[in-house]
């Protein structure tokens, strides 16, 4: 044989079989049942010779083999070139009106892999598995046999947060083509669409999952789970279509099309159609998220039209139907407007652009409003916030090349990923309040943060890459800034380190049990004998009380969580010099606050590895801040009951709420985010007031 599938590979994800096992019993029993398919171009049976020799065909047949005495419905509802979020909106006219006790989802190689098409996509499968029916689903990837694309990796988060079970041709069919021992052209042209060989091989690959169900059926099974809380914004799941058979916009040129539509591919159907420059239709419709669907075509030259939502001109949408293909009409879904605030929008569309050589008029389908009535507040979304950085004589370029940061150069010690500091004041990455500075928003929207009473920003989280060794430093507390440094802060810190050296070492703490002494050791340069060096592992969490001595030394990645301050007294330096001077001591100021004797070692770090998973383990709290590590893995949900809680991605990646998630990102989630659902193998530093 040239090639062998490994059919267990293509078995991403499980999943809960309790609605598999039970529907198999009732078709064991002889019920009448029903089987739906709801999907793009594959599923329609693009380059299959027949629609018997469809995938899906095939995996009805299964059915039936293995089941002779019930009776089978087959449902296919695949539409091609369409994605999972018009799928959302027709879900219910063209497949769960048939009341399917088993359906297959196809949408991974129509959707982009992109948080835009996993909320599309968690919409859809939340509607169908809470549909009237209840129907067993099976979530199946396709792929690109040429590129290996597809949108596996967001729906697949999806299918295993609902414990749905999924297959793959990611890891089956497209591994052979990749390796050379399944030549592409054997079972598909376009390396998109299968042809009949490459359908039977799909549908291999899901009946081999069908099959190892079947061989359990009579196992025990935890209860299918209930429905959870959506991980994205969720704007999706209540979509409604409009067209003119549920819609009496206001027309100035338009005309309805009231030709018959026959069957769901024929699908350019029921909507307006114009032709002249002016010619427009107005709709009021109630939601979030607005989608325009219209007729692209290869019939060109063709009219262009504009949208244009609440009488915002400044922000139009251009809708071009003219289509550079060949290979037929398309009917475009083009997102016009996503997580508006839930109420009574205006969608305006008018033609901007006709000439008398137009082969075809702009038909409008339908226009699909989301979001009805479940979009969230904007005071319960996370706060993503694009970090500062500092270039600085002992950094290096981990920041740029292990944490991903937009930052050029080879001395890059620190970035302030949740700072609202003059020196370096974080803006908010996206969403309402996208631009702002966080001590703008500190100051303007304080119910974000539980209606704090300080005037600033409280805390400032940092990571620190040195290359080289930091001086050697200590800082007051706020009763002596108060007093010396013109009313500012004092400061507390700690640090969690990201990574370091092995057998290395930090500055903590000091050796002189008098200030006499202290006094004596700087003054005469006894640093060794002074300073006081501790043994430190990737893990290790150390506190740092104003007081105390300290230095980060080469070699390390730390994260720092640290009062909004930044005096800092500088005890020795390495008598380096910095553009062409030693930089600046501060002998007396340090002899000031230094804590004599120091705090034992024991008291400010220990290591915080292999705590328990998918909680906030607290770390340490003082009269400054709280710090938490968690650790996700899979899915889990956190409750999040403080004022707000700074969050880190220091290693790994997944999702919160419908946000992806790498390390280096930081977020804020404000005081109204009552529930953080994660996604993902992660590990994450957490702090708040
Ligand atoms: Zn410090």
């Not at 009946?207 to 079947?214: A, D, E, H, R, W």
């Not at 994205?232 to 099309?257: C, I, M, Q």
């Not at 007093?483 to 057998?503: H, Q, R």
């Not at 977020?667 to 994450?684: H, R, V, W, Y």
């Amino acid at each position: 044989m040239r090639y062998q599938i490994d059919y267990e590979k293509g078995i991403v994800n499980r999943g809960n079989l309790f609605r598999m096992k039970e529907l198999m019993k009732k078709a064991a029993n002889g019920e009448k049942l029903v089987l739906g398919f709801l999907g793009g171009s594959i599923t329609q049976g693009c380059l299959s010779s027949t629609p018997e020799t469809c995938y899906a065909y095939h995996v009805f047949e299964w059915w039936k083999k293995q089941f002779p005495e019930a009776e089978f419905e087959y449902v296919n509802a695949g539409i091609g070139g369409t994605t999972s979020q018009f799928g959302v909106a027709r879900a219910q006219s063209d497949l769960l009106s048939y009341k399917p006790d088993f359906v297959i989802v196809e949408f991974s190689v129509n959707d982009d892999s992109t948080e835009h098409f996993m909320e599309t996509y968690e919409g859809l499968v939340r509607k169908i598995y809470d549909s009237e029916t209840k129907p067993a689903m099976l979530l199946v990837h396709n792929v690109c046999y040429d590129t290996g694309a597809n949108a596996q990796l967001m729906h697949a988060r999806v299918g295993r947060y609902y414990d749905l079970p999924s297959v793959s041709m990611q890891s089956t069919i497209y591994e052979e083509v990749k390796a050379g021992r399944l030549p592409n052209r054997e079972i598909t042209q376009d390396d998109l669409h299968p042809n009949d060989a490459g359908h039977s091989l799909v549908a291999s690959v899901i009946t081999y999952f069908l099959s190892k169900v079947f061989d359990v059926m009579d196992e025990a099974e935890l209860p299918a789970p209930e429905l959870r809380a959506p991980f994205t914004y969720n704007d999706y799941e209540d979509s409604v279509r409009y067209d003119n058979r549920n819609s009496k916009p206001e027309l100035n040129g338009f005309a309805a099309d009231t030709s018959k539509q026959e069957g769901i591919t024929d699908c350019f159907k029921n909507g307006w159609s114009a032709s002249k420059v002016g010619d427009s239709i107005r709709f009021e419709l109630r939601g979030g998220s607005i989608a325009v669907q219209y007729r692209k075509t290869m019939n060109k030259p063709a009219p262009v039209a504009e949208v244009v939502i609440d009488g915002d001109t400044e922000h139009a949408y251009r809708l071009d139907a003219n289509f550079d293909e060949t290979w037929g009409d398309k009917l475009e879904l083009e997102t016009v407007a996503e997580h508006l605030e839930n109420k009574l929008h205006t969608v305006d569309i008018r033609i901007v652009e006709a000439s008398e050589k137009d082969q075809n008029g702009f038909d409008l389908i339908s226009v699909i409003v989301s979001g009805s009535h479940k979009a969230k507040k904007t005071s319960e979304e996370l706060i993503f916030l694009d970090p500062a950085l500092t270039h600085n004589i002992w950094g290096g370029s981990k920041l740029r090349t292990e944490y991903g940061y937009p930052v050029e150069g080879d001395d890059i010690g620190e970035c302030w990923g949740i700072s609202a500091h003059p020196n370096g004041d974080g803006v908010i990455r996206e969403g309402a309040f996208k631009g702002m500075h966080l001590s703008e928003l500190w100051a303007k929207n304080p119910e974000l943060f539980g209606n704090p009473t300080e005037d600033r920003f409280p805390l400032l989280i940092k990571i620190i890459d040195a290359k080289a060794d930091l001086s050697i430093q200590v800082h007051p507390n706020d009763e002596y800034a108060l007093k010396n440094e013109n009313g500012s802060l004092g400061k507390t810190e700690c640090w969690y380190v990201l990574d370091c050296p092995e057998n290395a070492s930090l500055v903590i703490g000091h050796n002189a049990s008098t200030r006499e002494e202290l006094k004596e050791m700087i003054e005469q340069k006894r640093w060794s004998e002074l300073i006081r060096e501790i043994p430190i592992r990737k893990g290790d969490f150390i506190q740092i009380d104003p007081g105390t001595v300290h230095a980060i030394k080469g070699g390390f990645q730390i994260l720092e969580t640290q009062q909004n301050s930044d005096i800092t007294y500088r005890v020795y330096d390495y008598d380096r010099l910095s553009n062409g001077k030693p930089r600046e001591l501060h002998v007396q100021k340090s002899i000031d606050v230094i804590t004599v004797p120091a705090k034992p070692v024991g008291e400010s770090v220990r290591s915080v590895n292999g705590l328990p998973l998918n909680r906030l383990n607290l770390l340490y709290s003082c009269n400054y801040y709280s710090v938490f590590k968690l650790e996700v893995s899979g899915n889990t949900q956190v409750e999040q009951k403080y004022p707000f809680l700074l969050m880190t991605v220091v290693s790994g990646q997944g999702s919160v709420n419908g946000h992806l998630l790498k390390k280096g990102d930081h977020f804020i989630a404000p005081a109204d985010c009552k529930s953080l659902n994660f996604e993902g193998n992660m590990q994450i530093i957490a702090s708040t007031r």
